[in-house]
């Protein structure tokens, strides 16, 4: 008998092995170094280094030098573009296993009583630009929901002027934001912690409950060096891929509120 096999689509080929799958996961909710890959999957660096360059191959993984030691990289999970190879790999198979991730946000509200919103604190050093940004969007894209605040290892004397340009014309107010020391957060409780600058990340201090620790490594636009127009791109796409993670987070956050990450340490 001859028949016809329909080979899978690539992305799930890359994401269905074992150590590229746990790799995944721990991607989904942090940035890491390899080491600390190798050492959470307890696995031969050499073997979690080819499974990796297996996913950047598969433009499911990004990778960064650290701009707190460049001898580091950190690797990032695209999640934007593995949801849009997902889904349409779900299309290929029927047509109902489609959707988009603010679906479940945009659904009318159940009438349940409003719970307490979660507490989220994002840090880098100078809290002018990034953090500053991460807050803000989280705040409208929340609703209410989650209570973002933003600090520093360095505050600045002042919000980056480019960051409140760029936040301002997304419809998002900042002028009257302030940097912070992290000093000013210490003793409070926060479902989560997020840093968004390599440096940061080496002395963030410790917080009650040791809530889960999250790390995005973003290059801080605030270096870029070069005309107006340069300088201005590089804060908008920083808070465009803000935003995207930051869709991300909510969904996760309050899928998970009250429910302790599975196999996080």
Not at 23 to 41: G, H, K, N
Not at 258 to 264: F, I, K, M, R
Request: hydrophobic share 40%; aromatic share 6%; glycine share 6%.
């Amino acid at each position: 008998m001859g028949g016809l096999l329909i080979p899978p689509p690539e992305v799930l080929t890359l994401a269905g092995h074992p150590i590229r799958w746990s790799l995944l996961t721990r991607l989904a909710r942090s940035d890491y170094r390899v080491q600390e890959l190798v050492a959470f999957l307890q696995l031969p660096q050499n073997l979690a280094s080819y499974h990796l360059r297996q996913l950047r191959a598969g433009n499911l993984v990004t990778e960064r030098k650290s701009s707190a030691d460049e001898r580091s990289v950190y690797y990032s999970l695209d999640v934007e573009h593995f949801r849009a190879l997902y889904l349409q790999a779900g299309k290929q198979l029927h047509p109902a296993l489609t959707g988009t991730p603010s679906e479940q946000s945009a659904k009318e509200p159940s009438g349940k009583a409003p719970q307490t919103p979660l507490h989220v604190l994002f840090l880098c050093t100078a809290n002018s630009a990034r953090s500053q940004m991460a807050e803000a969007l989280l705040c409208q894209l929340s609703h209410g929901t989650i209570e973002a605040q933003s600090a520093g290892s360095q505050p600045a004397e002042r919000v980056h002027p480019l960051a409140i340009q760029v936040m301002e014309r997304a419809g998002i107010d900042m002028r009257l934001a302030r940097p912070k020391h992290f000093d000013e957060f210490r003793g409070q409780h926060f479902d989560a912690i997020i840093t968004v600058c390599d440096r940061v990340r080496e002395v963030c201090p410790v917080f009650p409950d040791d809530p889960e620790r999250i790390h995005w490594s973003f290059p801080d636009p605030a270096q870029v060096e070069g005309s107006n127009e340069a300088q201005y791109e590089a804060f908008e796409q920083t808070r465009r891929a803000l935003a995207t993670r930051l869709r991300f987070l909510s969904t996760l956050l309050e899928r998970e509120r009250g429910v302790p990450p599975e196999g996080v340490a």
